[in-house]
């Protein structure tokens, strides 16, 4: 399994970024997947997950300024940002799960005051 992400980049407070995350391997639809996020001196947080059926749970931290989202068909993740706050700059790790974890490089999300 390889999780890929992008999308990440340098952005205001109150503005937007669509990080996707693209999937190759044996991935299975059913399994659940989810995005992390890791700011500096500090431990790896759940941002939100989706299981495969399209059930969500988020932080709350970024409950109703992101939505998780996944494409079965493409094998791809997506973390919509809305309302980006300077305390969500980090770096965002896409998960997969399927009796391991599977991580992602990561993605550095800046979010300037």
């Known amino acids: 399994v390889q999780l890929v992400e992008s999308g990440g980049g340098l952005v205001q407070a109150g503005g937007s970024l669509r990080l996707s995350c693209a999937a190759s391997?044996?991935?299975?639809?059913?399994?659940?997947m989810g995005w992390y996020r890791q700011a500096p001196g500090k431990q790896r947080e759940l941002v939100a997950r989706?299981?495969?059926?399209?059930?969500?749970n988020y932080a709350d931290s970024v409950k109703g300024r992101f939505t998780i989202s996944r494409d079965n068909t493409n094998n791809t993740l997506y973390l919509q940002m809305n309302s980006l706050k300077p305390e969500d700059t980090a770096v965002y790790y896409c998960?997969?799960?399927?009796?391991?974890?599977?991580w992602g490089q990561g993605t550095q999300v800046t979010v300037s005051s």
């Open positions: 998960n997969y799960y399927s009796y391991l974890d599977y």
């Open positions: 391997g044996s991935i299975f639809s059913g399994s659940p």
């Open positions: 989706i299981t495969g059926g399209g059930s969500t």
